[in-house]
């Protein structure tokens, strides 16, 4: 099975804390569809494919920013070209601010099938702080207008941690979208990247960000809500009602192959010798230019050894809070993870961070909350 | 060369003053350096001497100059160190000559360091020549400083060179002035051979070599010579001059300056202020002033990865070899590991030391609190000295304590009096005299403890007198003084390295600026760290480093995966690059933050 991930790099307007591959929408959108359905196509042959595929993700930038008939024809390319499994997960992510009932029936019908609405907060002053282009109403009517289109499974992603926001201000945001029983939500810490707009601002004393206490006790009350209204943690900041959770993101999680299309796009599968990572070009011209060449735009490939695909299989896997299956670990790499890492898994055992389990390896919430020092362990 | 040709004189200026561009000027004059071969400030030769704007080590330079009666004179400038932690070293540098030629910048004036260099040369007997550089500035004022020398220093002025060292103007005057006002040296050139040591110097090639100046007799290759101090012999090898490129000649006769190659190891068998004689027809006595000079601050010095400690030993063995004055001893911290206790002059030596240990051999290191020398009188009658807090006695056992005390001369302009006078109170300064050297300079003298000035007093003095004050300092005495240990620990565990050995009065607000500096640079951990300080058993401060509730990220995905693990693989690094402390881990730059406050 091997997942496939498409990147549309382009949006109306970056957010500031976003550092992504991302654009303003300029000439090249026209061309890009071209390209993409180009890669797809070259790559079939070329590129290592374990059938069949259970999911597939539109993401980006701005996978809306282009008009449906595109995303539309892309897809239609991955279905020609891979075979997709009946059933399968096809997400895009949309900004609120950029679609309409009219393109969610357009997407529906296509066989789009799962949606994920960035609206980070419902709080617009907030939205504006952080340079969003859309209002909370506005999120609401797409949300609706989804719904009305006949998409089932709906996933909205939010944030804490942004400049003025409070624990209470989360917990409204939390109920509003709560109140409209999307199937799935993400809820992310916001990580301060360097050469972010917000990262300039916070270093120059504009902008002043919730301390570190505040942002955990945002987190911590907002798990508890999420609970409260059926909502299952499943991964660090990952929630789904029963049975919704992300394919394609499981994929990510389980370090399972997936194929990356479009400008800056990652991919990870089993060559030959070893576990390789490959990553396109993260220019939009050397993409187009590569492409109508005919070449696959490929920017860097690494292989993965084995003790290595061993660390990213636990470093991934133990984000999941139902962990790494143990028979899953043994059947992939011939040993236990307490013979692959005597050492590192006792220091885990030490801090009581194993949940104990006789199928799985997985961690206690604390574990998860200091999941980078578990992992530090294993390095 | 006959000695009634010979000329010996050093330049004794203030930082930046401008000695080193006038050496530069002299040598152009007298041809000694063709003029596109001048790198400027050609004997400053160390990159931080050059950077700092401060000469560390002495060198000589011989010139022939071709006076207007058309004789022909040598000349050596000696070239001696601005600081007051070498000041010994600028003693010895005096005794070798006969003159000294004192540069005061026509913008600014005499400042204290120099006014303590120019009473050492009054002091050695040396005729002393004021020049007035930089009057090519628009601020210069040749006649108020003119003036100033005249009443401060008591010196005939009037005739003195007034010069811009930068443009070469009327340097000629000051080459002229040396000829006629400068005596010739008057040794005997057939006696039993005196040679002053005033400076030492490691080559890689030539090995340990002396700079002297030869008084009586002379030094020649295959003599056979005699430390006088230190009693050791060596086989002369080599005898040269500075031009300012190594020269070797035939010989160094009376009233000659130049270097003695031997075979001398290190710089330790020949020191400073040492005579050199001759074995078959030794002197009956040396050279009057020989010293052996005492360190007086000390401080740990650990590299930062414990692995360098090899490199560290290296490193300090190579700087030994060229700077005798520097002292270290092999040391074990339980929150540092291996490391070493250096022992300074001064402060500045000490800086210059670490950095050009960082520099020169590229290390990262972490140094530990510095200290000064205590007395502690203990109950028994006995005298224990240490210069290490970790070291001191059992307060139980302890009569009583003694610490040294400085005089610190201050010169400033009056805006600045009342805060210097203020910081010179905060640090348990006693006031001892002050005078208005003239209606915009005054000098402030007072007793201060070494203790408060090596940790931040200078920066503190420049930066309440916008940088207008100069200071100098001499060790004056030990006085009984009411002194404690502080420590710190963390998380119960008492960490040595950060020991400081402090005035009672002192303890509570230092413990608490440096509990709350802990609390800054200590990352937070897996669990809550108390950081306290102490004396004795007693709690004095108390700050808390919180325990840290989220260390994951929050998003990974398959595209960043690679990035990921990068971020991970710092935060690995990092933890590799801390110290611990008992349970706790402590950034290698923690410990230096933390000594730079003087609470």
């Known amino acids: 099975m091997t997942g496939i991930y498409v990147h549309i790099p382009y949006c109306v307007k970056k957010c500031s804390y976003c550092d992504f591959c991302s654009v303003p929408r300029d000439d090249s959108a026209s061309l890009y569809p071209d390209a993409l359905c180009r890669e797809i196509e070259l790559s079939r042959d070329r590129l290592p494919y374990e059938g069949p595929v259970p999911s597939v993700f539109f993401g980006g930038g701005t996978p809306t920013a282009l008009p449906p008939a595109a995303l539309i024809r892309i897809l239609d390319t991955i279905r020609r070209t891979y075979d997709l499994l009946p059933g399968a997960e096809i997400t895009t992510e949309c900004n609120p601010g950029t679609a309409a009932y009219a393109d969610f029936v357009k997407l529906r019908a296509a066989g789009f099938n799962r949606l994920s609405l960035g609206l980070q907060s419902a709080d617009d002053r907030l939205l504006a702080a952080v340079g969003r282009i859309h209002t909370c109403d506005q999120f609401l009517t797409a949300f609706r207008a989804a719904r009305d289109a006949g998409f089932q499974n709906i996933n909205v992603d939010l944030m804490h941690g942004l400049p003025g926001q409070t624990q209470e201000n989360y917990l409204e945001t939390l109920q509003k979208v709560c109140d409209l029983e999307p199937e799935h939500i993400s809820a992310y810490a916001l990580i301060l990247e360097e050469g972010t707009p917000l990262f300039e601002q916070v270093t120059a004393g504009e902008v002043s960000l919730p301390d570190e206490d505040a942002v955990a006790d945002m987190e911590d009350a907002g798990m508890a809500y999420l609970k409260e209204r059926g909502f299952v943690r499943y991964e660090v900041s990952n929630f789904a009602k029963p049975g919704r959770e992300c394919r394609h993101n499981l994929i990510y999680w389980d370090d399972e192959p997936y194929l990356g299309f479009g400008v800056a796009a990652h991919s990870s599968a089993r060559g030959k010798g070893a576990w390789l990572r490959w990553s396109n070009t993260e220019s939009i011209p050397t993409y187009l230019k590569k492409l109508q060449k005919g070449k696959l735009p490929t920017a860097e490939t690494l292989y993965i050894d084995k003790k290595e695909e061993m660390f990213e299989v636990i470093m991934l896997g133990l984000r999941k809070v139902k962990g790494i299956p143990r028979q899953a670990f043994l059947d992939r790499f011939g040993m236990t993870m307490e013979q692959a890492f005597p050492e590192p898994f006792l220091q885990v055992q030490y801090s009581g961070w194993w949940v104990d389990s006789p199928t799985h390896y997985a961690l206690t919430k604390e574990g998860m909350d200091h999941l980078n020092a578990a992992l530090c362990c294993f390095r | ?599």
């Not at chain 2, 030994?320 to 300074?344: I, P, Q, V």
């Not at chain 2, 690094?573 to 230096?592: L, N």
């Open chain 2, 1 to 599: 060369m006959d000695q009634s040709h010979i000329r010996n004189f050093c330049i004794i200026a203030h930082i930046d003053h401008g000695k080193s561009t006038l050496a530069d000027r002299m040598m152009e004059l007298t041809d000694t350096v063709a003029k596109r071969d001048m790198e400027a400030q050609l004997l400053d030769s160390m990159d931080i001497e050059r950077e700092r704007g401060i000469t560390i080590k002495a060198s000589a330079v011989r010139m022939f100059y071709t006076a207007e009666n058309g004789e022909q004179y040598m000349f050596n400038l000696i070239d001696t160190p601005g600081h007051v932690d070498f000041t010994y070293e600028v003693s010895r540098a005096l005794k070798a000559c006969e003159g000294a030629v004192l540069v005061v910048d026509a913008t600014q004036g005499i400042e204290a360091q120099t006014l303590a260099n120019v009473y050492l040369a009054i002091d050695n007997d040396l005729e002393v020549l004021p020049v007035i550089n930089k009057i090519d500035l628009p601020s210069a004022e040749p006649e108020r400083v003119m003036h100033e020398i005249e009443d401060v220093i008591g010196l005939p002025a009037e005739d003195s060179p007034r010069v811009s060292a930068k443009t070469g103007m009327n340097v000629e005057e000051v080459l002229a002035q040396i000829v006629e006002r400068v005596p010739a040296p008057t040794g005997d050139p057939d006696g039993p051979t005196k040679a002053l040591i005033f400076d030492c110097l490691y080559d890689n090639y030539k090995g340990a070599l002396s700079y002297v100046r030869v008084f009586d007799g002379a030094i020649r290759p295959g003599m056979r010579i005699r430390s006088m101090a230190t009693g050791h012999e060596f086989d002369v090898t080599e005898v040269g001059v500075f031009t300012p490129q190594w020269k070797t000649v035939e010989e160094l006769t009376a009233g000659e300056v130049g270097y003695v190659a031997a075979s001398i190891k290190s710089v330790e068998e020949t020191k400073v202020g040492d005579t050199l004689t001759d074995v078959e027809h030794p002197a009956t006595a040396p050279l009057p002033g020989y010293m052996k000079v005492n360190p007086m601050v000390f401080c740990g010095i650990y590299p930062a990865d414990g692995s360098h400690y090899g490199d560290l030993q290296e490193a300090l063995e190579k700087l030994k070899l060229n700077d005798a004055s520097l002292s270290f001893e092999k040391e074990t911290s339980a929150a540092l590991g291996y490391g070493f206790r250096c022992g300074f002059l001064g402060l500045l030596h000490m800086e210059i030391i670490t950095e050009r240990l960082e520099r020169e051999f590229d290390l990262d290191l972490v140094t530990t609190s510095p200290s000064v020398v205590y007395r502690v009188k203990m109950m028994s009658g006995e005298t224990v000295i240490i210069d290490n807090p970790a070291s001191l006695p059992d307060p139980s056992e302890i009569d009583y304590m003694e610490e040294p005390m400085v005089k610190a001369s201050i010169m400033t302009p009056p805006d600045y009096v009342g805060p210097i006078m203020e910081l010179c109170q905060n640090n348990r300064g006693i006031f001892e005299h002050m005078d208005y050297i003239e209606k915009d300079r005054v000098k402030i003298l007072y007793t201060l403890p070494l203790n408060e000035i090596i940790y931040d007093f200078f920066d503190s003095l420049k930066s309440r007198s916008k940088g207008y004050a100069s200071f100098d300092y001499e060790l004056k005495d030990y006085q009984k003084s009411d002194l404690v240990r502080l420590d710190f620990l963390l998380n119960g565990d008492m960490c040595d390295a950060l020991s400081t050995i402090v005035h009672k009065d002192r303890a509570y607000p230092k413990g608490r600026a440096v509990c709350e500096k802990l609390k800054d640079v200590i990352p937070r951990q897996q669990f809550e760290i108390p950081v306290q300080a102490a004396i004795g058993g007693k709690i004095i401060a108390r700050e808390t480093v919180k325990a840290v509730r989220k260390d994951v990220l929050a998003k990974c995905y398959g595209g960043d995966i690679s990035r990921k693990k990068k971020l991970l693989e710092k935060q690995k690094e990092g933890k590799k690059r801390m110290r611990q402390v008992g349970t706790v881990s402590v950034p290698s730059d923690a410990f230096m933050s933390v000594l730079r406050i003087n609470g």
